[in-house]
């Protein structure tokens, strides 16, 4: 076997699944068709709970080395939108910032940061762990069989990996090669952006505005605009956005003289294509990322998801070579991630329904602008929007168990969050209770045991999964169920026979 897991794409979600695997010494290769990194722009910022991935793994800092401005940015570097919802501004003033899941993560719930800076800190992430990324490497097919899967590449030459992991975005070939059904809604949008010189801008609104052929939006930077056309997806996605384009189009959703007469490189079209794998694992194969799910951007959700799925996956599959996986670890990639897709995507659709021109989407608009105006709508939206919100099923209990952890500083300074930069998952004792480092103890270096006191926070013991989930915690000193949950999570305290899987 020449790796134990080879991940097709080199994008910010492939890398960060690298390094997840590197961090736990798995055998990773990455190949990229690519020669070289992708810089046009995508995503132009990461949430709350990504850059929180970022923090646990100590490499926060260099992300936020490279933040650009905030958007529609207003007093005190704060932005006065949460952000949107179908081009509906939230007031980041309505938000109740004392929220359990809100406190202490804000102001704000987006951190400005393009994508090809968040995949330059990872690239070098990867390389720091030893992971070997192959680029200018085309995957052209591969063959699955029981044991493992054999790769073949443009030009000859095949590689052999246990497991293969696409990352390989919305196309993904090793999606279609592997047979995963990929159901969900056609496109019935055209969105356009591009950086330009605008003639007649002083004509054009503030923000995002609605009209009955679309929307269209003019800032924050000088010069970039976005269009929302109402008539079903482009001709020809890939081809350059010109600056003729984006004059037609600006003109004919604004209705306004304005032209636009040169557009810079890397202007963009997408479409509000929304579709979702039925599964993310079929035998040996996994999808992650854009492979797994698309989706229009709005509000800007799919890197953040990605990331999510990554950080989900990394470590169940590296438990799963190392071979202490509890039995189903792996299933249970799909099981938490799949129904966290699914709402992302009735997310983007439910926006476009509020853009269209009609009477009916008018309504519905001002509905849900009355709603997100409010303290309640403004904060279940900064839920969503921030990762902050989401959580996974898994068991009773506490009220923090399936939530992500809480940020919590610890008596010597440190935050819980520096504790995790081993990728191993935390015990945190805050009580000094001795069964904890017993437990603790059995499990070697799957697990880190945290010592000291978290003033306020009225929590005495925090079982933290390595992807940043709470699987089980007290207030009252006891550890009921804890013992349980370990099993559930790490498998059998280290030295007992474990079966490879």
């Known amino acids: 076997m020449d790796y134990d897991v080879l991940v097709v794409g080199a994008g910010p979600v492939g890398l960060m699944l690298a390094t997840e695997l590197g961090l736990a010494g798995i055998r990773v290769v990455v190949v990229e068709r690519r020669s070289e990194p992708d810089t046009a722009p995508k995503a132009a910022g990461i949430n709350t709970a990504s850059a929180e991935i970022f923090e646990r793994r100590g490499l926060l800092p260099a992300i936020e080395a490279a933040r650009g401005p905030l958007p529609f940015q207003g007093e005190r570097n704060r932005a006065p939108f949460a952000g949107h919802f179908g081009g509906i501004q939230v007031p980041a003033a309505a938000v109740d910032e004392q929220d359990p899941l809100l406190r202490g993560r804000g102001p704000g719930w987006y951190l400005p940061v393009e994508q090809v800076e968040v995949e330059r800190v990872l690239g070098r992430r990867a390389a720091e762990l030893g992971v070997e990324i192959r680029r200018g490497a085309d995957v052209t097919g591969f063959d699955a069989d029981d044991d493992g ?220 602008t009355d709603f997100l105006g409010t303290r309640d709508g403004a904060t279940l939206y900064a839920k969503r929007i921030s990762g902050l919100g989401q959580r996974y099923d898994l068991g009773g209990g506490h009220a923090l168990v399936g939530a992500l952890m809480p940020k919590l500083q610890l008596d010597d300074g440190s935050l819980l969050a520096h504790h995790a930069r081993g990728g191993q998952a935390l015990l945190a004792d805050f009580a000094g209770t001795d069964v904890l480092a017993v437990l603790a103890k059995a499990y070697g270096t799957r697990l880190k045991l945290v010592r000291g006191s978290a003033e306020g926070s009225g929590l005495s013991g925090l079982l933290v999964r390595p992807d940043g989930f709470v699987a089980w915690a007290s207030d009252a000193g006891d550890t009921d169920g804890l013992e349980t949950t370990l099993t559930r999570w790490l498998g059998a305290p280290a030295g007992t026979a474990t079966t490879r899987r």
């Open 149 to 368: 899967v054999t790769v073949h590449l443009r030009g000859g030459g095949d590689l052999r990996a246990a497991w293969l992991v696409g990352c390989d975005g919305g196309r993904s070939l090793v999606r279609r090669q592997a047979g995963f059904d990929f159901p969900g809604t056609d496109p019935t949008i055209t969105v356009r952006q591009a950086t330009g010189t605008v003639h007649g801008a002083e004509l054009l609104g503030q923000g995002w505005q609605y009209t009955t052929t679309g929307l269209y939006v003019y800032g924050p930077r000088p010069g970039w605009i976005r269009t929302v056309e109402l008539d079903g997806p482009p001709v020809d996605r890939e081809a350059p956005v010109t600056a003729s384009e984006m004059d037609a189009s600006l003109r004919r959703v604004s209705g306004l003289d304005v032209h636009v007469t040169d557009v810079a490189d890397g202007g963009t079209r997408f479409t509000d294509h929304a579709r979702q794998a039925s599964t993310y694992r079929r035998g040996r194969v996994l999808l992650c990322g854009d492979a797994a799910h698309v989706h229009s951007p709005f509000s800007g959700q799919g890197l953040n998801l990605g990331l999510g799925d990554a950080v989900n996956l990394g470590w169940k599959l590296a438990a799963t070579v190392r071979g202490w996986a509890p039995e189903g670890l792996l299933d249970t990639y799909v099981s938490e991630r799949h129904p966290i897709g699914a709402e992302v995507l009735d997310w983007t659709r439910a926006q476009v329904a509020a853009m269209r021109g009609d009477a009916y989407s008018s309504a519905l608009r001002a509905v849900v």
